[in-house]
């Protein structure tokens, strides 16, 4: 049977950029454009609660110098459901105004782009599944890395093989690096690729990076390797918004 799996590129340009918190210049000139930025994050649901009006619930932000308030974006629907939970012990008047919305990563992307440096911008903070970090933070002190130094929202991607290129897997006629925000759905995927490969099998790495400097350097970098990654939604996410759209009406003979 043929493998559906591929070697890829060390895809240096990624690995210098994003393991930890980013720290580098943006340099729009070489950047990604905006839309195939958009066009990459837009496949990801993610959840943040809004008001009765329908806008984003704002806290105080911390920064003196920003006024427009910290909107938070929640990576797993049922965090944001337990935040409400927690608003309706803390601000009952106000929990009763709000709920929980999907939206997609490309769209908080648009927004925050959009408001740029302004004096009363909002501010958009991931907020990361807490057993997603704590696996994230496993792997960084396995792999001798300083775990503490590690910021932002994790995912999760395979290398692979005596030179440690990232797994890629063929998607419309492509071959794409898959970045997963669930560590558990990328070792499932790593469970067929040994079986496929069992040769390999004892060369695969997982590597933690962060989605903060991913798509920062996707606006700092226009590299055909960027081109290659795919942000692979939790499938936990994906169920819930198929479950709001409505079933399809059956035809009229």
């Given at each position: 049977?043929?493998?559906?799996?591929?070697?890829?590129?060390?895809?240096?340009?990624?690995?210098?950029?994003?393991?930890?918190?980013?720290?580098?210049?943006?340099?729009?000139?070489?950047?990604?454009?905006?839309?195939?930025?958009?066009?990459?994050?837009?496949?990801?649901?993610?959840?943040?609660?809004?008001?009765?009006?329908?806008?984003?619930?704002?806290?105080?932000?911390?920064?003196?110098?920003?006024?427009?308030?910290?909107?938070?974006?929640?990576?797993?629907?049922?965090?944001?459901?337990?935040?409400?939970?927690?608003?309706?012990?803390?601000?009952?008047?106000?929990?009763?105004?709000?709920?929980?919305?999907?939206?997609?990563?490309?769209?908080?992307?648009?927004?925050?782009?959009?408001?740029?440096?302004?004096?009363?911008?909002?501010?958009?903070?991931?907020?990361?599944?807490?057993?997603?970090?704590?696996?994230?933070?496993?792997?960084?002190?396995?792999?001798?890395?300083?775990?503490?130094?590690?910021?932002?929202?994790?995912?999760?991607?395979?290398k692979a093989g005596k030179e440690k290129g990232y797994l890629t897997v063929k998607q419309a006629?492509?071959?794409?690096?898959?970045?997963?925000?669930?560590?558990?759905?990328?070792?499932?995927?790593?469970?067929?690729?040994?079986?496929?490969?069992?040769?390999?099998?004892?060369?695969?790495?997982?590597?933690?990076?962060?989605?903060?400097?991913v798509i920062e350097t996707m606006q700092s970098r226009n590299d055909n390797q960027l081109n290659q990654i795919m942000l692979v939604p939790p499938k936990e996410s994906i169920d819930?918004?198929?479950?709001?759209?409505?079933?399809?009406?059956?035809?009229?003979?």
């Open positions: 049977m043929k493998s559906m799996f591929s070697l890829g590129a060390k895809l240096g340009i990624v690995s210098s950029a994003i393991v930890g918190s980013a720290i580098f210049t943006t340099l729009s000139a070489i950047a990604i454009p905006q839309e195939q930025i958009v066009q990459k994050l837009g496949s990801v649901p993610v959840f943040t609660i809004t008001d009765a009006k329908g806008a984003p619930l704002v806290a105080s932000n911390s920064d003196n110098q920003k006024q427009g308030g910290v909107a938070g974006v929640f990576i797993n629907q049922r965090d944001a459901v337990a935040f409400v939970n927690q608003l309706k012990t803390k601000n009952p008047e106000l929990a009763k105004t709000v709920r929980v919305v999907p939206v997609s990563l490309g769209e908080v992307y648009k927004l925050d782009q959009a408001s740029g440096n302004k004096p009363n911008a909002l501010d958009f903070a991931y907020v990361p599944a807490k057993q997603q970090v704590d696996a994230a933070m496993a792997l960084l002190k396995q792999s001798g890395q300083d775990e503490k130094k590690f910021q932002g929202t994790p995912l999760f991607v395979a006629d492509q071959q794409v690096i898959p970045f997963f925000f669930n560590k558990e759905e990328l070792q499932s995927m790593l469970e067929r690729f040994k079986k496929q490969q069992p040769d390999l099998a004892s060369t695969v790495e997982i590597q933690v990076v962060n989605l903060e400097g819930f918004v198929r479950s709001l759209q409505p079933a399809a009406q059956p035809r009229k003979k």
